[in-house]
């Protein structure tokens, strides 16, 4: 006898994670899009335009060279972890949204089930994100090694000591925010932050935005973005860990670095800018009550609050890429351990006397 | 049922990547090889309700643990045939002497019983096991948890007392 | 909660004014600068000082939620680490500095080693138990190591780290068995899950002999004893007496707490593995120590000899073989650091006198030394009218009375043995003549070094003169454990 409730589980968890994994297969798509207009906008020059109408059909044209490029294994590599490199840098990236929330759960109509708009609500959400997602640096530094390059070995070891100086810093973060909202769920850390833009952890005064300027840094550089982009540093360093990378393979690093930036994106929103909450409480608001009253148009505004929040923090590392020099790998070194954590630690003392 | 299942595909990984730890010819595919199986040491924590001891493993060993050690392992430059070169002529008494202890430990293993109750904790309180880890953290094992922090301390004054002084025979050459 | 809490500052008292005064340490090796770092030392010779009274009128209930123990047997103890450790840092600071080697960090470590052994004297739960381990060898991975350009100290400090954590990691196997079967990690509940369940437990023999395996590691019983002639050899030599005395007395505080005192039931059943294990380290030290031409390897050989005839009062669970045990680690602290104490008074200068042959004709030149030196090699073969005889007579005769008079044969044969290279090092002293006499012209900063040595010499002759004064002590102390 199949339970028929089961049956109906199972698909709409497969549904949901098939979806989310569409969904940032081809993100990267608009994203390098968005990343090249941007930075033509910022230098003053148009940016992509030739492949279709204002170059929309750039990112299309870019995958498809991708794919059809040859394939080159270097000859003195260790050609079983170089394979592997970039799926190992893949998996992990894709597997942290399985903890995200993207908004709240809802009654479907007709049926009577409820849907949630997040795959899992474990009770160590938190813990779970920063653990898989510090598994994407395996695929950079096992790269960088089988690569036999010493540029890509560079590449590979100075991500590993970035990793291990910001991994710290960003736990703290989140220890500072599990401080804040007393759950490590992801979920119940948005709905703590319910009713209004003044009870998101970002002002949690006064401890808030020093942790939210903590995470941001932290996560900038765990996602080697601009201004700690050393282990592809293009001036010093060929490509970095990537070096050696051509195709298929390359093109799954560049997925793992756009998916990782919505990951950091919607880490620092749920974290601090309350998840799928709105700015307001619109259910508060009498003359919206028959609207927001239905469980599936609110939890649809949840999920368009929330895609709006990502799309700014997207935006904001963009930015950030095209404004910003970099940073030197001792400055790199001093800023994670002598400045961010002495500031964690301060924090928490400080935190830690609020929540008493 | 399917949990068996579980157990064993897991178990049965973990054990052959780590003979495969001891016997590859690289650190660096060593490396590789641990962290397969402190992944799947973390899968079998999943399999006994600790989704918290599961994501720590995998947050300390995996992310950091293993990530300093590959650091090391690549600045130091183990070379492939260095670590073949530590192959005595002891393992001929010492591989009859693991397998013998390891038949009687196996052999001790199963015929012993436990006398914790197998029943385990209620699901009630296995939803909340971060909470339950953390007021037997600060309850029961207050004492010992500060102890720790005197642990962790003398790691990190060890650490760099013995590296400054290292440091002040290179500037003395 | 704060009943359940059950937090006693009292009971932690030694270990709290000790971790003061690392801390105390710490910063002002911080601020001060220069010649100002040679109050350092002073400091924490006066912290173990102080730590000596506060431990002595330490006796609390069972406190932290059962895991803290602090009665009279960790006084005791703890009484022994702090004197070890205050003789050891006397002597240390000069040499330290002679070893260019003298910097802040030695002192504070050295406190936390004691801290960590005190917390190991005082556990009543296996995870306390671990924590202090962890501290006390992490410390001590440090110390042997702190000659760090000296190729010796580095290859002892590694061997000792990576067989020490090989032996933590069978030790916590071990525990986690015993957690199996008690399904607690207390003692006391061990110890009632013992007296009420089977013997044959395969979880309870398991865990018993891999716990055994771990600490037998850190007292270098026989098969487990490979690091520690290295480790001896490399360590700096003031930290060497101290890792013989205090590591070797801690593991034994372990020993018996948990043997002789929560698994006193099951005596007949582990019996058997410690007699082995006694018999075999005896003959092994003293055996393999007749060949050494390094002093401190002998010394380090001697030491698992010893190990082996106290493990003899730990099989005998009695008031009279667990006192024994005592008041044979007090006497061997004084008597083995005045040995090393001399040892170092050599070796500081230029590392002449790590071999027995070095000391050629030190009775012609230097009488006094070469008397104290001859006092603590009778002491240690175990000659009266020192403190070593009347030690090894109490463990022996606690032994024959509980009919184990095998064992107490291999003791007396095993001593016999090594009667001989103690007196290799009288013999050398006294009836040979030097080749260079300038070796042993007095230098200066030996001053510690004789107040050390002197007074280890006393204590070591006063214990042996008026022994029952001592065994009371020891006698109260062991009463907590034998209820």
């Known amino acids: 006898m199949i339970d028929l409730n089961l049956v109906i589980e199972v698909l709409i968890i497969i549904f949901k994670v098939v979806f989310v994994t569409m969904v940032l297969f081809s993100l990267p798509m608009p994203l390098t899009w968005i990343e090249r207009k941007v930075a033509g906008h910022m230098q003053a020059r148009l940016g992509p335009w030739r492949v279709g109408p204002h170059g929309l059909l750039q990112p299309l044209a870019d995958t498809i060279k991708l794919l059809l490029k040859e394939d080159i294994v270097p000859e003195n590599a260790d050609k079983f972890l170089f394979k592997l490199a970039p799926i190992i840098s893949m998996v992990p990236a894709f597997a942290v949204f399985v903890a995200i929330p993207v908004g709240d759960s809802f009654k479907i109509p007709f049926i009577e089930k409820t849907f949630t708009l997040y795959i899992s609500d474990m009770n160590v959400g938190i813990l779970y994100v920063l653990a898989i997602g510090g598994l994407s640096i395996y695929g950079i530094i096992l790269g960088g090694w089988a690569s036999n390059s010493k540029y890509s070995l560079l590449g590979g070891l100075r991500s590993a000591a970035q990793m291990i100086s910001y991994e710290v810093a960003l736990s703290f973060a989140a220890i500072g925010v599990v401080m804040m909202t007393n759950s490590l769920s992801l979920v119940d850390m948005v709905r703590a932050q319910d009713g209004g833009f003044w009870h998101w952890n970002i002002l949690y005064l006064p401890v808030g935005p020093v942790w939210f300027a903590v995470f941001f840094i932290a996560a900038l550089a765990e996602i080697n973005r601009v201004p700690f982009d050393l282990p592809e540093d293009e001036g010093t360093l060929a490509a970095g860990y990537h070096t050696e990378y051509s195709g298929m393979r390359f093109s799954f690093f560049m997925l793992t670095e756009y998916v990782a930036m919505v990951t950091a994106s919607a880490l620092a929103v749920v974290m601090f800018f309350g998840g799928w909450n709105a700015p307001i409480d619109f259910r508060t608001i009498e003359i919206l009550t028959p609207i927001t009253s239905v469980s599936w148009i609110y939890s649809c505004f949840g999920l368009f609050w929330f895609t709006v929040k990502v799309s700014f923090f997207i935006y904001l590392f963009m930015w950030i890429r095209f404004t910003l020099p970099r940073y030197r790998y001792d400055q790199l070194m001093t800023v994670g351990w002598k400045i961010l954590i002495p500031i964690c630690l301060g924090a928490i003392l400080v935190t830690g006397f609020m929540r008493i | 049922m399917m949990e068996q299942v579980f157990f064993y595909i897991f178990s049965i990984i973990a054990v052959i990547s780590a003979i495969s730890v001891i016997s590859a010819r690289s650190a660096v595919r060593s490396a590789f090889y641990l962290i397969i199986t402190l992944m799947q040491v973390a899968a079998i924590f999943i399999l006994l309700r600790s989704p918290f001891l599961a994501a720590v493993q995998v947050f300390i060993y995996v992310g950091a643990v293993m990530v300093l050690f590959l650091f090391a392992v690549m600045v130091l430059d183990i070379g492939r045939e260095k670590l073949v070169a530590y192959m005595h002529h002891q393992s001929v008494i010492a591989v009859p002497a693991v397998i013998v202890f390891f038949i009687m430990g196996a052999y001790m293993i199963i015929r012993g019983g436990w006398n914790v109750s197998n029943a385990g904790f209620p699901e009630a309180a296995l939803a909340k096991s971060s909470e339950v880890i953390g007021k037997e953290m600060f309850g029961r094992y207050l004492f010992p948890f500060e102890v720790v922090s005197l642990v962790l301390l003398i790691a990190l004054i060890g650490a760099v007392a013995l590296v400054l002084r290292g440091r002040e025979k290179d500037k003395q050459c | 909660m704060t009943n359940l809490l059950n937090i006693n500052y009292y009971a932690v008292a030694p270990e709290l004014?000790?971790?003061?005064?690392?801390?105390?340490?710490?910063?002002?090796?911080?601020?001060?600068?220069?010649?100002?770092?040679?109050?350092?030392?002073?400091?924490?010779?006066?912290?173990?000082?102080?730590?000596?009274?506060?431990?002595?009128?330490?006796?609390?209930?069972?406190?932290?939620?059962?895991?803290?123990?602090?009665?009279?047997?960790?006084?005791?103890?703890?009484?022994?680490?702090?004197?070890?450790?205050?003789?050891?840092?006397?002597?240390?600071?000069?040499?330290?500095?002679?070893?260019?080697?003298?910097?802040?960090?030695?002192?504070?470590?050295?406190?936390?080693?004691?801290?960590?052994?005190?917390?190991?004297?005082?556990?009543?739960?296996?995870?306390?138990?671990?924590?202090?381990?962890?501290?006390?060898?992490?410390?001590?991975?440090?110390?042997?190591?702190?000659?760090?350009?000296?190729?010796?100290?580095?290859?002892?400090?590694?061997?000792?780290?990576?067989?020490?954590?090989?032996?933590?990691?069978?030790?916590?196997?071990?525990?986690?068995?015993?957690?199996?079967?008690?399904?607690?990690?207390?003692?006391?509940?061990?110890?009632?899950?013992?007296?009420?369940?089977?013997?044959?437990?395969?979880?309870?023999?398991?865990?018993?002999?891999?716990?055994?395996?771990?600490?037998?590691?850190?007292?270098?019983?026989?098969?487990?004893?490979?690091?520690?002639?290295?480790?001896?050899?490399?360590?700096?030599?003031?930290?060497?007496?101290?890792?013989?005395?205090?590591?070797?007395?801690?593991?034994?505080?372990?020993?018996?707490?948990?043997?002789?005192?929560?698994?006193?039931v099951l005596q007949p059943h582990w019996a058997m593995l410690i007699w082995v294990f006694s018999a075999a380290t005896m003959l092994y030290g003293s055996v393999v120590g007749v060949s050494q031409k390094n002093i401190v390897r002998m010394l380090a050989y001697s030491s698992i000899a010893h190990a082996g005839i106290i493990l003899i009062g730990l099989l005998v669970t009695n008031d009279k073989g667990s006192s024994g045990v005592l008041y044979y680690l007090l006497v061997y602290a004084f008597m083995n650091i005045g040995a090393f104490s001399v040892i170092t008074l050599f070796v500081r200068n230029n590392g002449k006198g790590a071999n027995i042959c070095d000391y050629k004709g030190l009775a012609s030149k230097r009488p006094w030394l070469a008397f104290f030196m001859a006092l603590f090699m009778v002491s240690l073969a175990g000659i009266p009218p020192t403190g070593g005889f009347t030690a090894k007579f109490f463990i022996l005769a606690s032994a024959v009375n509980s009919r184990y008079y095998l064992l107490a044969g291999i003791a007396v044969v095993s001593t016999v043995i090594s009667l001989f290279f103690y007196a290799k090092v009288i013999f050398y002293m006294y009836m040979k003549e030097a080749d260079d006499a300038s070796v042993f012209t007095a230098s200066p900063g030996a001053a510690l070094y004789n107040v050390v040595i002197v007074i280890s010499a006393v204590a070591t002759v006063l214990i042996g003169i008026f022994p029952s004064v001592f065994m009371d002590m020891a006698v109260q102390a062991v009463k907590p454990l034998l209820m």
Request: glycine share 8%.
């Open chain 3, 17 to 264: 004014v000790l971790i003061g005064f690392a801390f105390l340490v710490l910063i002002l090796d911080l601020l001060l600068k220069g010649r100002d770092k040679a109050v350092l030392g002073y400091v924490t010779a006066f912290g173990l000082l102080v730590s000596i009274p506060v431990s002595y009128f330490t006796n609390e209930p069972v406190s932290f939620s059962g895991m803290v123990a602090a009665d009279s047997f960790s006084a005791f103890f703890n009484i022994v680490f702090c004197v070890a450790a205050f003789l050891t840092t006397l002597i240390s600071m000069d040499y330290m500095k002679k070893a260019k080697a003298d910097r802040g960090e030695y002192y504070y470590i050295t406190l936390f080693a004691v801290i960590g052994m005190m917390l190991m004297a005082s556990a009543n739960d296996f995870v306390n138990l671990y924590a202090g381990l962890e501290l006390m060898a992490l410390s001590f991975y440090v110390l042997v190591a702190f000659k760090i350009n000296d190729n010796k100290s580095v290859e002892g400090a590694l061997k000792y780290f990576v067989l020490g954590a090989l032996s933590s990691g069978i030790l916590l196997y071990g525990i986690s068995f015993l957690y199996g079967y008690a399904g607690s990690t207390n003692f006391a509940e061990i110890a009632r899950a013992a007296s009420a369940g089977s013997s044959q437990n395969m979880f309870l023999i398991l865990g018993v002999c891999l716990t055994v395996a771990g600490f037998a590691f850190k007292v270098a019983l026989f098969p487990f004893h490979l690091w520690s002639p290295d480790a001896y050899e490399g360590a700096p030599t003031p930290v060497t007496a101290l890792l013989s005395v205090g590591s070797k007395a801690a593991a034994f505080a372990v020993f018996l707490r948990f043997f002789a005192g929560s698994l006193a």
